[in-house]
């Protein structure tokens, strides 16, 4: 992973590191041999710093879903909205607000797919070119809608600890599964936490066409490349007549200290 400073992002000590990043074999992932940009955005943030007078600093509406949500709660939002911000100022889009939607999934502008997620101090935010809706996009963007991808999401967890790998695991995979992650040279709450950010990947990048929650095992983790960073899923019940059973979705991700970033887009 690579990353670029940016410098012009301060708020009263709230975001303390903002920067662009690039994530080897990103477009390895997708089916169309013309694909359009990806702009990914980082913002490391002290929840410690944060004020409700940011979001107006930042132009950006405090939604009336957080009005009694913990602090924590709040700085989480508003540093994953400042991400988008910045991901979105990429794609020549500037001063758009990203309400809450369906399920508290982002709306994203049209013409636009995006995904955000975070930690108790990371928020990343990846958007694109929707290549159903690019036709009628504005801000001077390339509307060939063979430039877009159809399918966007985002993941970072942080490491789940081996007693709640324990705990948990039959919830998120099956046995088979369990097989293939023990044969990689990975420690298995490593390889388990990185399918579990694989999985909420391909939810986050299935739901707006979906509309509905599906289970942890309604896909399985069926190859994982240490060498590529690269995995694949696949669907084990048909979600929608475009997402069917036996369908492979093709992720990368990225591996540093105790995160694990993981990102489906095709």
Avoid at 54 to 79: D, T
Avoid at 219 to 230: G, T, W
Avoid at 240 to 262: C, Y
Wanted: glycine share 4%; net charge neutral; with cysteine.
């Amino acid at each position: 992973m690579k990353t670029e400073p940016i410098t012009d992002c301060t708020n009263d000590l709230f975001i303390t590191k903002a920067h662009k990043v690039s994530l080897a074999n990103l477009h390895k992932t997708a089916k169309t041999a013309k694909t359009a940009k990806i702009s990914i955005v980082q913002c490391n943030f002290d929840c410690t710093h944060y004020k409700h007078k940011l979001f107006e600093k930042a132009s950006i509406n405090f939604p009336n879903e957080l009005l009694h949500a913990v602090k924590k709660r709040q700085s989480e939002f508003l540093a994953g909205r400042m991400a988008a911000q910045l991901a979105l100022s990429e794609l020549s889009i500037d001063n758009i607000d990203i309400p809450i939607g369906k399920n508290r999934a982002p709306v994203w502008p049209n013409g636009i797919m995006g995904s955000i997620t975070h930690t108790s101090n990371t928020a990343i935010c990846a958007v694109t070119l929707d290549s159903g809706l690019s036709n009628g996009l504005k801000n001077g963007l390339d509307s060939d809608s063979d430039c877009g991808y159809s399918i966007l999401g985002l993941d970072l967890e942080n490491q789940i600890n081996g007693n709640t790998v324990e705990e948990i695991k039959y919830n998120v995979i099956n046995k088979k599964e369990e097989q293939l992650l023990k044969e990689k040279a990975l420690n298995f709450p490593t390889a388990f936490t990185l399918t579990f950010s694989a999985k909420e990947s391909l939810f986050k990048a299935l739901h707006p066409s979906v509309g509905f929650y599906f289970d942890f095992t309604d896909a399985e983790i069926i190859d994982l490349s240490i060498e590529n960073n690269s995995f694949d899923l696949v669907l084990n019940r048909t979600l929608t007549s475009k997402h069917l059973k036996g369908t492979i979705f093709k992720g990368i991700f990225h591996i540093e200290a105790n995160k694990i970033l993981t990102l489906i887009a095709q």
